[in-house]
């Protein structure tokens, strides 16, 4: 009787071993783990997914930590995608449109999305789905082509949209052909690159940008003297804010030139946001100020992208 007790509570051991091994790593997360969305590409540009926790170090503010969470299997994403519908993007709208229908496309069932643009108003979509009927629907029709492009201002509404608790990822998704705007008028509030990178970082957003040339459809005047030309050649370039952005917060930054097939971009956006490892750490001080990280991988040839900084939590004095 004891030989079959024993044998009986190996048999059951062997069995969780096999299947704890044959499980993917799971994230074990808490309200103290520092969570750090990582992309990883190779000298090609191509997504690196094959990489395991001992793989990768944690810097913060210089200095080593302990990997206490680690799951490379894709996350829940809950995206805002955010349009320019200024006067310029009149001669983009057909694909805008179609480019878009690509990235809900590639959008799993645990993901949910909303739509927002911004011109001469900002607009977002009520709730987040995952149905591509209701994006599909809540996308621009038309272009007003008199419509500023106010940038920082958008996103900062952008990232109003992301209250309550989840679990999945917040990322926006922007595209914008031309510079900030600006504030218009003494009734609308200023807004700056800066604020948008301190309270993605204070959100825990994650900012993806795509830059395009403008194809407006009026004729734009030739400049005057070589200052004015110089207006002239940079007046169709994407605000170079956005790459900061991007890159402060951990997501990516492409810029689409003629004869470039903005749906592949839009898509790979999608093919990153499930190729990402999700790694967590302890924050080493809870005195509530921004610390930067920074995350490194010991393969060579290999480039890491993530979030440049997080803010702690803060112990009750």
Known sequence: MIRFITSTAIAVCVLGVSATIGQQPIFRGGSDVVRVFATV??????????LDRDDFEVRDEGKPQP??????????????????????????????RTAAMQLFARLRPDDSARVGAFGNAITISPAFTSDANELRAALPEAIA????????????????????????????LVLS?????????????????????????????????IGMRSRSLRPMPPGIGPGGLQAMLEADLPDPGLARVAEQTGGGYTEIRFGQDLGAAFASVADELHSQYLIGFAPPKRDGKVHDIEVRVGERGLKPRARKSYVAPKDPA
Do not use: C, H
């Open 41 to 50: 590409t190779d000298r090609d540009g191509r997504l690196v997914t094959t």
């Open 67 to 96: 990997i206490t969470s680690f799951d490379n299997r894709p996350q829940a994403i809950r995206l805002v995608v955010m349009l320019d519908v200024s006067g310029s993007m009149a001669g983009n709208l057909p694909l805008l």
């Open 145 to 172: 082509p008199d419509a500023p492009t106010p940038l920082w201002r958008a996103l900062d509404e952008a990232l109003d949209v992301f209250g309550g608790t989840s679990e999945a990822r917040s990322v926006i």
């Open 177 to 209: 052909d031309g510079k900030d705007s600006g504030p218009i008028g003494f009734s609308t509030r200023f807004f700056s690159q800066a604020q948008v990178i301190e309270r993605a970082r204070m959100a825990d957003v994650m900012v993806y940008a």
